[in-house]
């Protein structure tokens, strides 16, 4: 399985963002997805995760009410809408998947700042 982030970028603080994330190989195999980020200095944290068959849904409670995860299974994509960003979820934004035959599968990152 192979993992592509896009949506990252630059936005002020109360602007909004959508992250996607494009799985490719053998997505048959994903049993969950999710987005995790990491802030400069800091370890990288999760941020929503959701699983394929049933589409359960887990948030940090850091953007609960304000991030929402869905997934698409016909076209093995995974989105992140961040509505009513602030500064402190300026991060690198992975994707990753998870599965019994696969292990745990990491995107390359995107980038998100948020400007005050």
């Known amino acids: 399985v192979q993992l592509v982030e896009s949506g990252g970028g630059l936005v002020q603080a109360g602007g909004s963002l959508r992250l996607s994330c494009a799985a490719s190989?053998?997505?048959?195999?994903?049993?969950?997805m999710g987005w995790y980020r990491q802030a400069p200095g800091k370890k990288r944290e999760l941020v929503a995760t959701?699983?394929?068959?049933?589409?359960?849904?887990n948030y940090a409670d850091s953007v609960k009410g304000r991030f929402t995860i869905s997934r698409d299974n016909a076209r093995n994509t995974m989105s992140l809408q961040m509505n009513s960003l602030k500064p402190e979820d300026t991060g690198v934004y992975y994707c990753?998947?998870?599965?019994?035959?696969?292990?745990?599968?990491w995107g390359q990152g995107t980038q998100v700042t948020v400007s005050s």
């Open positions: 990753n998947a998870v599965g019994l035959h696969i292990g745990l599968i």
């Open positions: 190989g053998s997505t048959f195999s994903i049993g969950s």
């Open positions: 959701i699983t394929t068959a049933d589409g359960r849904t």
